[in-house]
C-alpha cells in the first residue's frame, strides 16, 4: 500500500515504505567503517611485512564517493540512484573482499529499494 510521503506544491508524493529511505543512507555509513577497518588491517600489514597496494584507501574511498553520490541522487533520478549503488555494492566487493559482506548488502538493498520506488511511483502517476 502506498503511503502519503509528504506534500508538495504539485501534489502528494509517495512512499513505498517509510523505511526505504533509511537503507539508502546505511550503506554508505556502513561501507565507510568497513574500509576505515580493512584499511587499518592493510596498514597493519604493511608495518608487518606483507606487501599491499599503497592506492588501496583511495580506491576505497572512491567506491563509497559513487555509494554517496548515488544515495544522493536517488530522490531526485531513482534509476540512476540504483545504478550507482549497485555499482558501488559489486565493486566494494574488489576492494574490501569479504568484508564488503558487512556493507555492500546496505548498497544493493537500497539499490533494489530505489528502482521498486521508481517503478512502483510510475505505475500510480500512469
Not at 553520490?69 to 549503488?85: D, E, N, Q
Not at 546496505?106 to 520506488?117: D, Q, R
Request: glycine residues 12%; proline residues 5%.
Amino acid at each position: 500500500m502506498l503511503r502519503p510521503k509528504k506534500e508538495n506544491i504539485c501534489g502528494t508524493v509517495f512512499s513505498a515504505h517509510p523505511c526505504h529511505d533509511h537503507w539508502l543512507g546505511w550503506g554508505g555509513h556502513i561501507a565507510f567503517i568497513v574500509n576505515l577497518l580493512y584499511s587499518s588491517l592493510q596498514v597493519m600489514g604493511r608495518v608487518s611485512g606483507v606487501i599491499s597496494s599503497p592506492l588501496h584507501f583511495l580506491f576505497g574511498m572512491l567506491v563509497i564517493m559513487i555509494g554517496l553520490i548515488g544515495s544522493v541522487v536517488t530522490p531526485f533520478a531513482p534509476i540512476v540512484g540504483a545504478v550507482l549503488l549497485a555499482v558501488a555494492g559489486i565493486a566494494f566487493f574488489f576492494i574490501a573482499g569479504w568484508w564488503a559482506l558487512f556493507a555492500s548488502p546496505f548498497l544493493l538493498i537500497g539499490a533494489v529499494l530505489a528502482f521498486e520506488h521508481h517503478r512502483t511511483h510510475s505505475q500510480a502517476a500512469g
